[in-house]
């Protein structure tokens, strides 16, 4: 068995398996991780236009040394898919890494009524699906709320000897 690194190389893809393409926007698509044991020592964009950091309240910060990052694309046509790299650089004495993440598509079609606005804006595709109308298919949980979406998580732990 190998041991776990100091450091771990992540590449991270974004797929549309769907017929239809995101819309065109600063923000159609992206890709959100949460590192809880290690922070964001570099990252390469490849495919993707942004990425930023995010501190638990929210706040935007520089992704290196961020524990949160979001990758954000311009478009995503169908049936293609989007790559970046992150390096992680894990904690001193942490055992574990948890990556938790999620990804989302912004439909150029589908239209949703955001409830508490009263706007009609475009329908967000998310993986892993949200249950509506808990976690709704619009744009409400924006800035601070974002971290009430859903996200797969997975840990990565050294052995003990």
């Given at each position: 068995?190998?041991?776990?690194?100091?450091?771990?190389?992540?590449?991270?893809?974004?797929?549309?398996?769907?017929?239809?393409?995101?819309?065109?926007d600063?923000?159609?698509?992206?890709?959100?991780?949460?590192?809880?044991?290690?922070?964001?020592?570099?990252?390469?964009?490849n495919?993707?236009?942004?990425?930023?950091?995010?501190?638990?309240?929210?706040?935007?910060?520089?992704?290196?040394?961020?524990?949160m990052?979001?990758?954000?694309?311009?478009?995503?046509?169908?049936?293609?898919?989007?790559?970046?790299?992150?390096?992680?650089?894990?904690?001193?004495?942490?055992?574990?890494?948890?990556?938790?993440y999620?990804?989302?598509?912004?439909?150029?079609?589908?239209?949703?009524?955001?409830?508490?606005?009263?706007?009609?804006?475009?329908?967000?595709?998310?993986?892993?699906?949200?249950?509506?109308?808990?976690?709704?298919?619009?744009?409400?949980?924006?800035?601070?709320?974002?971290?009430?979406?859903?996200?797969?998580?997975?840990?990565?732990?050294?052995?003990?000897?």
């Amino acid at each position: 068995m190998r041991e776990l690194s100091d450091r771990l190389k992540l590449v991270v893809v974004l797929a549309n398996n769907s017929s239809e393409p995101s819309l065109e926007d600063s923000f159609a698509a992206g890709v959100f991780f949460r590192f809880r044991g290690a922070r964001v020592e570099s990252y390469e964009l490849n495919n993707f236009t942004s990425v930023i950091g995010i501190r638990e309240g929210g706040e935007l910060i520089d992704p290196i040394n961020a524990s949160m990052v979001e990758f954000f694309a311009r478009k995503l046509p169908a049936w293609h898919s989007l790559s970046a790299e992150i390096i992680l650089l894990r904690d001193n004495g942490s055992r574990c890494i948890e990556i938790a993440y999620r990804g989302w598509i912004m439909d150029e079609d589908d239209m949703v009524l955001e409830p508490v606005s009263g706007v009609r804006e475009h329908y967000i595709a998310r993986d892993p699906p949200e249950n509506y109308p808990e976690n709704p298919p619009d744009s409400r949980w924006a800035g601070k709320d974002f971290l009430k979406y859903k996200t797969y998580v997975l840990n990565i732990c050294r052995l003990e000897k």
